[in-house]
């Protein structure tokens, strides 16, 4: 089914090329080029090969092979490009991997050198030191790079104040389609004619692009023709077709001076947005801008229409702000359902039909808030909006993320009709957005039936407009096209251009030709030509695209029915449209640097195969397939999953809200039916079983394992890693311990108070047979301030199974815990949980696990089931613990979070109840997964991996404390890894509240 056969001789590549080649029919191999047959956008074509370049000497040599093989190259970054920029048949060239250094910081004179594979956000955070940041800024600023962000002359956010990458590009070092590396840069009068005579050229061709340019651009009515077909100076986002007008207006400025100084002449601009078509790019040298005021104000200003608040918006830019962006009430609606975003809400007032979001930059707080207070007031004089709440500096970073997340989100919508970038991207002047949106709007309705969602940079001139439509089907597929053509007469109507800052891909190509004129055109063409005379850079892109109806991800009209599951994935419109929702938008593509916890397998690989995006892409072409899936289709996306570490971050990190977790498991389940369960998954399914067993004689067990080469011997034995320590085994069980402690409650209470609040304490299986200390501590803190602590029988979480996708053993065990607690378990009498990865189950599996006569008993268990510090936090929110009970001594302690719990749950319990001690000062470690993920770290291929994980934040952190410093974990996997990779003893929650009674 996935067979991809090749008959281009790409083996003799291999003993030359340095960097990684894929193209043949293995399973890995395949994996990588279905991977990598779609980017953000709705095409899909599958590459000949995905090549992953090295050097520029590697990039030399696929070029000379893809002309010898009549083949195209396609340059591609992070593959968030929204009009399918990085989608085609030829070879795919990924430089994200190896070409991510920065090369030359000039703080003197504010400039970078950059390779293209250098992410945006991170490349500010190695600038911020020296107080300067470059300034572009898109929405996918946290894995952007360079290179793509050249490719599209990429905007952002505050493009009103820091302009385009055009603006900020000085310099492009590139490969040239006759392999030659040359340096494109300004160029004062003399050193352009020089150019033109064959000086300082390293080939002629580099010699025919100047004479050709000094030719065109020499003729007066080539100027007008580009002048009278482009889009009117005032649209400052303006990316249809190849930058000609920006080298007339350099031309014409230049040549107009008495005497021209330098620059004169400069290439970089026309690189700028030319989508990878005219040459390869290995360096660039950009402009930096010092860092912004320190202080900030954001007034999210609501409104009633989507009139209003872009009225609103010629206002705020009357007031100079540095950044005007429009969120619509169908994405704030969606917001309330995404876990992620519900925390980034906060600021919405009631059910606005648009908020717009201005920003203010000042040196000093009064200065910002004069600010923010004139332009509030000045909307208020003009009656513009009902709502003006006002956030300053670290606070407004949250209705920034909500509004980043604006595109993806919508991709929660069920069914399939989905956000369709088709008309996204279109730019007019300022000045006549409210005008044209009204027409658009109207447009889109009354022509096509189509209502749109709007969002984005409101400031620049340019509204992100989505339209729901279904793809699937043939009827969506001409709405789609028709909607562009007729959008394309509009935006000219208006002098406005077609593509803002996303680009012209093979999605608006077509539309080129009408946008700027035939013989603007042609002269497109013609410079295509020129620059790349073998058509061999990125085809099919910006001139002769092909249909931009056509290489859609789906067949039109073949319905694909959903896969039987286990997993109830109805509310998702079931297994494959989850993996659907997807919107190849790469949040999971940023690194450590950013923050967050998505993916920690991508940011210790910097793979694109190791991303959630690659996972959900190859579940998709899994399950959309008619035929039987054969052994080398397992094979292939068991090789993209198996770095995922069920760590459920993209469940709240991902805007689309993909559960890879889930979908793992469900598919390893399908897989084991077909072929059978491998003993190592079944031992560690089997977890509580085994530990039951060695509990009887938890002296044995731990002289083998604490005994290091008998350790490395029994590791190897199952699959484990040698290096790896294993958990020790308490003398007793907890449970065992509990039962002996007869009296406990009573003499503990027996100054306290008459009627004890019930706590029904789940005892997990990690807790009960190998964290001794952490359940007798947990246990007697909470007696001794003042609750009984039940521990009804029940059976194991099921954590394990769902681990290693043993799905129907996990469902057995969610029913008998559902059945067996569901009368004990209510508000007054909640389930409270020491290790976030088994109590959770409660809440995010159970629900989804059980059969329909058991639902509405799990989702009200899964209301009152809480990890312990949850539950904590609000019983000393009622004021129910007395923190009098807590030493006064001062300690510091630093937090790491467990991966389940900061996806499903959140942080702030945790610091509200260690800082019950009034002088335990509380730190959160910005760790994200700490690489152990139950077995994950354990298994022999996996160990080095999880280890790397680990190095990239959370053991330097823990290193960086000295002995004194408490190190917090609630999850039994961190505090082992932090052991295996620091040495030092982290505890739980409880552990050390325990501790800390006076």
């Not at 590697?58 to 490009?81: C, M, V, Y």
């Not at 190896?98 to 190695?126: H, K, M, S, T």
């Not at 350099?250 to 001076?257: K, L, P, S």
């Not at 039936?449 to 089907?473: Q, T």
């Amino acid at each position: 089914m996935f067979r991809l056969p090749s008959i281009v001789p790409f083996a003799s590549l291999l003993p030359s090329f340095e960097g990684d080649l894929y193209f043949d029919e293995s399973p890995a191999h395949t994996a990588q080029r279905l991977l990598y047959a779609t980017d953000a956008s709705v095409y899909q074509e599958i590459p000949v090969a995905v090549a992953l370049p090295k050097s520029p000497a590697d990039i030399k040599r696929l070029l000379r092979f893809a002309q010898t093989n009549g083949l195209g190259l396609i340059p591609r970054a992070a593959g968030t490009s929204l009009a399918g920029q990085v989608v085609g048949s030829g070879i795919v060239v990924d430089i994200s991997k190896y070409f991510g250094q920065v090369l030359e910081i000039n703080a003197a004179e504010r400039w970078v050198r950059v390779q293209p594979g250098v992410i945006r956000d991170d490349l500010n955070a190695q600038l911020r030191p020296h107080g300067l940041l470059f300034g572009p800024e898109t929405s996918t600023a946290s894995r952007a790079m360079i290179g793509g962000m050249i490719g599209n002359n990429s905007c952002g956010l505050h493009s009103i104040i820091w302009g385009t990458t055009r603006d900020h590009l000085l310099e492009v070092r590139a490969v040239l389609s006759d392999g030659a590396e040359v340096t494109f840069g300004p160029l004062s009068r003399d050193a352009f004619e020089a150019k033109c005579r064959g000086e300082n050229v390293v080939s002629p061709l580099e010699q025919r692009l100047y004479t050709q340019f000094r030719d065109w651009l020499s003729q007066p009515d080539i100027r007008q023709h580009i002048r009278d077909g482009y889009p009117k100076p005032t649209v400052t986002r303006r990316n249809t077709g190849y930058a000609l007008d920006a080298l007339v207006s350099m031309w014409e400025q230049e040549n107009d001076r008495a005497s021209a100084p330098s620059p004169y002449f400069n290439f970089a601009p026309l690189i700028a947005g030319s989508e990878g078509t005219l040459c390869f790019i290995t360096e660039a040298k950009l402009n930096l801008l010092p860092l912004p005021p320190a202080e900030t104000a954001l007034v999210c200003a609501h409104f009633d229409t989507i009139r209003q608040s872009l009225e609103a918006n010629l206002v705020a830019l009357d007031h100079r702000c540095a950044a005007s962006e429009l969120v619509d009430d169908y994405i704030l609606q969606l917001t309330k359902t995404n876990i992620e975003q519900t925390k980034n809400r906060a600021f919405v007032e009631g059910d606005p039909k648009a908020i717009l979001m201005v920003e203010f930059f000042d040196d000093t707080a009064a200065g910002v808030q004069q600010q923010a207070t004139a332009f509030v007031k000045a909307l208020q004089q003009k009656g513009l909006g009902y709502a003006y709440p006002i956030l300053f500096d670290a606070d407004t970073k949250k209705p920034w993320a909500l509004r980043k997340a604006g595109l993806s989100i919508m991709y929660n919508i069920p069914g399939d009709d989905k956000p369709a970038n088709v008309i996204e991207d279109t730019a007019v002047d300022v000045r006549d957005l409210p005008d044209y949106i009204d027409e658009l709007d109207r447009m889109a309705w009354e022509q096509h039936g189509l209502r749109l969602e709007y969002s984005a940079h409101a400031g620049a001139g340019e509204i992100h407009a989505l339209p729901l439509i279904n793809l699937k089907s043939g009827e969506g597929r001409q709405k789609f096209r028709a909607l562009l053509m007729d959008t394309a007469q509009l935006v000219k109507k208006y002098g406005g251009s077609l593509s803002g800052e996303h680009g012209d891909g093979r999605l608006r190509g077509e539309c080129i030709a009408f946008m700027l004129g035939p013989e603007n055109y042609q002269l497109c063409k013609d410079v295509k030509a020129l620059w790349d005379p073998h058509n061999t850079f990125n085809p099919g892109k910006v001139v002769d695209t092909p249909a931009m109806n056509e290489s859609l991800r789906s067949e039109a009209d073949t319905p694909i029915p959903q896969p039987q599951t286990i997993f109830d994935f109805s509310k998702d419109g079931g297994l494959l449209e989850l993996a659907e929702k997807c919107s190849g938008s790469g949040d999971c593509r940023k690194t450590h640097l950013s923050g967050g916890t998505m993916c920690p397998s991508y940011m210790a690989t910097r793979r694109e195969r190791d991303t959630t995006r690659a996972r959900a892409n190859m579940l998709r072409h899994f399950y959309s397939r008619q035929s039987k899936p054969t052994d080398h289709d397992y094979e292939a996306v068991k090789d993209v999953l198996d770095l995922c570490l069920s760590c459920k971050a993209c469940k709240s990190e991902c805007p689309s809200s993909v559960d890879m977790t889930r979908m793992k498991a469900e598919f390893t389940q399908q897989q084991y039916r077909e072929k059978g369960v491998p003993m190592r998954a079944r031992l560690v399914g089997n977890f509580s079983r085994l530990m039951s067993l060695a509990s009887l004689a938890p002296w044995a067990y731990n002289a083998i394992y604490n005994t290091p080469a008998l350790r490395r011997m029994a590791n190897r034995t199952v699959g484990f890693h040698p290096d790896r320590t294993m958990p020790e085994l308490g003398h007793t069980t907890v449970r065992a311990w509990a039962k002996k402690a007869v009296g406990r409650t009573q003499s503990a209470l027996a100054a306290g108070t008459t009627a004890p609040r019930v706590v029904h304490l789940f005892l997990d299986e990690f807790t009960n047979y190998n964290d001794l200390s952490v359940g007798q501590k947990a246990i007697q803190l909470l007696e001794r301030l003042g609750y009984t602590v039940s521990l009804p029988d029940h059976a194991e979480s099921g954590r394990t199974y769902l681990s290693k996708g043993l799905v129907e053993d996990a469902r057995a065990l969610a029913v008998r815990n559902v059945t067996g607690l569901r009368d004990l378990v209510s508000a007054d009498t909640p389930l409270v949980g020491l290790e976030p990865s088994a109590i959770l189950t409660f809440r995010d599996e159970y629900p989804d696990l059980v059969p329909a006569e058991l639902k509405a008993d799990a989702r009200r268990m899964a209301q009152h089931t809480f990890l312990f510090e949850e539950w904590l936090a609000r019983e000393a929110e009622a004021g129910r613990v007395d923190r009098t009970r807590f030493t006064t001594d001062a300690r510091q302690v630093k937090v790491h979070g467990h991966c389940h719990q900061k996806a499903l749950s959140t942080m702030e319990p945790v610091k509200t109840v260690l800082s019950l001690p009034a002088n335990y000062a509380v730190e959160l470690i910005p760790s994200g997964c700490c690489g152990m993920a139950g077995s994950f770290g354990y298994e022999t291929e996996h160990y080095e991996l999880s280890m790397q994980i680990g190095e990239l934040v959370l053991f330097p952190a823990v290193r960086q404390t000295t002995d004194r410093v408490i190190i917090s974990a609630a999850g039994t996997s961190c505090r082992h890894q932090i052991k295996d990779g620091t040495g030092r003893h982290a505890q739980h929650p409880a552990e050390i509240l325990f501790d800390a009674l006076a």
